[in-house]
């Protein structure tokens, strides 16, 4: 069946540090590719998305690479500010499914 | 303003107490599901609904039902909630049923089930 892998946190950074949050899938067939925050107190928002292989998601600085060779779509940032605390999931869909198959989610705080 | 709403935010209830937490969405989506987010695990899929009238187990359907007769709600019940259903709950909908589309996500649900 289909899985994603995350990265393990939490992590901890400093403003203006370089972020990158690791996410391997498992699928069959092309799915797609979201990375979705959350938050404190709120629901999942999609932060990013990669609907094929090479296509680059890209919002509020943030970019991830749809990998087929490598099965991955890591995110990264190039200078995270506090803002940026959130929970982080990668998650997928396969062709023809609505249904998110989720990673476990990676907690990310930015200190000043 | 375009959004998933759900009811109530917070819960706190005994072993066996029925429960209904609802969950309704502005945008006329077609797709509506459920999911539980537990620590260490994400979220897993509960229910989905791709229509009215029309819904379908996913991952983690036992000890929960769902119904959709109208579009714009889609209300998840415990008929008789246990302690392993404490968790923190969302309901989300998307345009249609296609892997490309964005799903939009309410606020969430803490239920603790004593």
């Known amino acids: 069946g289909n899985s994603v892998t995350q990265m393990e946190g939490p992590v901890t950074l400093s403003e203006e540090a370089f972020l990158t949050i690791n996410c391997t899938y498992t699928a069959t067939g092309y799915p797609s590719l979201f990375w979705y925050v959350q938050y404190p107190g709120e629901g999942l928002q999609l932060l990013l998305k990669a609907t094929k292989a090479d296509d680059k998601g890209s919002n509020k600085g943030f970019e991830a690479t749809y990998r087929k060779e490598t099965t991955s779509f890591h995110l990264e940032k190039g200078s995270v500010q506090v803002s940026d605390s959130a929970v982080y999931f990668c998650?997928?869909?396969?062709?023809?499914?609505?249904?998110?198959?989720f990673g476990t989610g990676t907690r990310l705080t930015i200190i000043p | 303003e375009a959004q998933v709403t759900q009811n109530p935010r917070y819960l706190i209830t005994v072993t066996g107490k029925k429960l209904t937490v609802t969950c309704s969405q502005n945008?006329?989506?077609?797709?509506m599901s459920w999911y539980r987010q537990d620590p260490g695990l994400g979220l897993r899929q509960i229910y989905y609904s791709m229509n009215v009238e029309v819904t379908d187990k996913g991952d983690v359907p036992e000890g929960y039902k769902v119904s959709r007769k109208e579009k714009r709600n889609f209300p998840l019940i415990l008929e008789s909630p246990s302690p392993n259903q404490t968790s923190l709950y969302f309901c989300?909908?998307?345009?249609?049923?296609?892997?490309?589309?964005?799903?939009?996500f309410g606020p969430g649900t803490r239920l603790t089930v004593l």
């Open positions: 989300a909908s998307s345009f249609s049923r296609s892997s490309y589309n964005e799903q939009f």
């Open positions: 945008m006329n989506h077609e797709y």
């Open positions: 998650a997928l869909s396969a062709f023809g499914n609505e249904k998110l198959t």
